[in-house]
């Protein structure tokens, strides 16, 4: 009974499937999430690279333009940069975009760089992420320098103030009533990423009510405890 409680817990600990701009917590990137609705927008040419480490949120922030894009009747593609290939899609007047593109081989390197010769005529934009500045990306010296001419912005990490009031305020419109000490655990033995602690959140409202305890510390050790990939040292 143990086993299965732990694995539906792994099967709900999951970020949400379907990322969005407005459920992206800006903090201090408030102008970078402007720019990307406004590259959502049908119009010509422009290129936006964004970088920072992993859990920063840059897939989020690219998945949740594509999808922004396609709702505004802008022709969008995602490419994954592990996954591209010799060609790359180049809807005339759309979005392309590249996440990870640090990860991009020779062929696909190749691909991007004539991407970029070929969209300001094509009224096409970009949009690309990676996990640091153009200068100091492990790619062609050509494509690097075409990537460094992008409006580069650096995402900045939530505090953990930041953090805590979302965690509070989501956990207010779930009907939970949490302390401080609680969140204050939940930011030093949960993962840092904000999705992984909301849904950590979302589980611990889950287990309160199936077991109609109330939310504490040691529930919520006992729902960390619970999920392996979250085991606490």
Known sequence: MRQEFNRQLLLDIRPEQRPTLDSFVAGANAELLARLR???QPKAFDAVYLWGPAGSGRTHLLRATHAAADAAHRRAVYVA????????PCPPGGLLVVDDA?????????????????????????????SAPPLQ???REDLRTRIG???VYELKPLSDEDKAATLKNHAAQR??????ELIAYLLRHAPRDLPMLMAVLDALDRVSLERKRPVTLP???????????????
């Open 149 to 151: 001419s992008a409006l």
């Open 219 to 233: 529930l919520l050790r006992e729902v960390l405890q619970s999920l392996s990939p979250l085991q606490e040292p």
């Open 137 to 139: 990306l492990a790619l």
């Open 175 to 180: 009907g939970m009533r949490v302390d401080d």
């Open 38 to 40: 406004a590259l959502s």
């Open 81 to 88: 940069g592990g996954e591209a290939g010799a060609e790359l």
């Open 102 to 130: 640090d990860r991009l081989d020779g062929t696909a390197q190749i691909a991007l760089f004539r991407v970029f010769n070929t969209a300001r005529l094509a009224g096409l934009a970009l949009l690309m992420s990676g």
